[in-house]
């Protein structure tokens, strides 16, 4: 991330309140989408009054920007933290796909307003944001990278197997659940089995 | 597709007037989003009256519907014609796959459109354009059903290999172009190397 924490927590706003608002425009912008929406009827959902928003966001933007923010942060932590280095690629590049697909499973209203409403952005908060989604995708091209080292994968081509499985990964938020597919488990068992696939695991 | 071809072509609007309005819809719906958009400033944009709009399209929702019908046909007849079934398998899932990635590519604007706000149709409007979604799906799904009669392939999952492809394709409109893929012919090579290697073609 480029953005000192510090600045981080801020825009985040790490009050109880600043959290329910964030969750309130998250049912908001996913029912009306980003640009309908106004700061006065994500308030109005929770009974307050617009006044009541201004002191932890001061713009519907820096509010979309906090919720892109939190749900951008946490995906990237849910990745890092199921990554073992001392485990073989396989095994990582299991454990992240994993967790990667169940976290766009769980959370697909918040990853679909804030995959969709990217372009919403400042150009400032933008920035920031992609720094994380960079991140994310070097923790899988670290470990497919690793698994050509070990001679455990047979990659084509690192960057378009990257590209797949991320993609792979944030296209859940937007079709989850179906009918085919409604536990997170199963479908990220599968999609465990195709990663390894595209990479050309031997193992 | 479950809707007759007449009751399509009238919904769809065939006059160079009405082809022209949805061209404008497309443009403002991308750029402001579905909810935040009014027929009159689509009219506007055209330096049209809203009342010129009116004779092709009643409401907002129908506007909706035709570009969302346009795109999805205009997808699926991509795929189908690219499909020569008396190819082998594997010719067959890379031409195909090549067409549904290219088609999703030059076509990114009007595709994001359509992808995120399926939800904003009305229930029979919606029903219409699921037909057509399934009918695209298929088209993958019976190749890799011939892949692996013929022993070509080697499938884990049929379904979740189909919902792979589909969504890579689809997902494609989010994010195309990128610093890394901004030719389309680039990037449909690239997956169809990774959606032969999905199905586990042997050849």
Redesign the interface.
């Known amino acids: 991330m480029s953005a000192p924490l510090s600045a981080v927590a801020s825009e985040l706003g790490t009050s109880k309140a600043a959290a329910r608002i964030r969750a309130a425009a998250i049912e908001v912008f996913a029912a009306?989408?980003?640009?309908?929406?106004t700061t006065r009827e994500i308030a109005a959902s929770l009974d307050l009054s617009p006044g009541a928003v201004y002191p932890h966001y001061k713009t519907k933007e820096s509010l979309l920007f906090a919720v892109s923010l939190e749900g951008h942060d946490a995906a990237l932590a849910a990745v890092t933290q199921a990554d073992r280095p001392t485990d073989s690629p396989t095994e990582r590049l299991a454990a992240t796909v994993t967790a990667y697909v169940r976290w766009h499973a769980h959370n697909h209203a918040v990853a679909r307003v804030v995959?969709?409403e990217l372009r919403s952005l400042s150009r400032e908060h933008f920035t920031v944001i992609v720094d994380i989604r960079r991140a994310t995708s070097r923790v899988f091209m670290r470990i497919v990278e690793a698994g050509e080292a070990a001679g455990e994968f047979r990659t084509?081509?690192v960057?378009?197997?990257t590209?797949?499985i991320t993609?792979?990964g944030?296209?859940?938020s937007?079709?989850f659940p179906?009918n085919?597919?409604s536990d997170p488990d199963v479908l990220a068992a599968?999609?465990v089995?195709?990663a390894l696939?595209?990479v050309?695991a031997t193992t």
């Open positions: 009306k989408g980003y640009g309908a929406t995959q969709h084509i081509d960057e378009a197997v590209l797949a993609s792979l944030v296209d859940v937007r079709w179906s085919a597919y599968r999609y089995e195709l696939r595209m050309g």
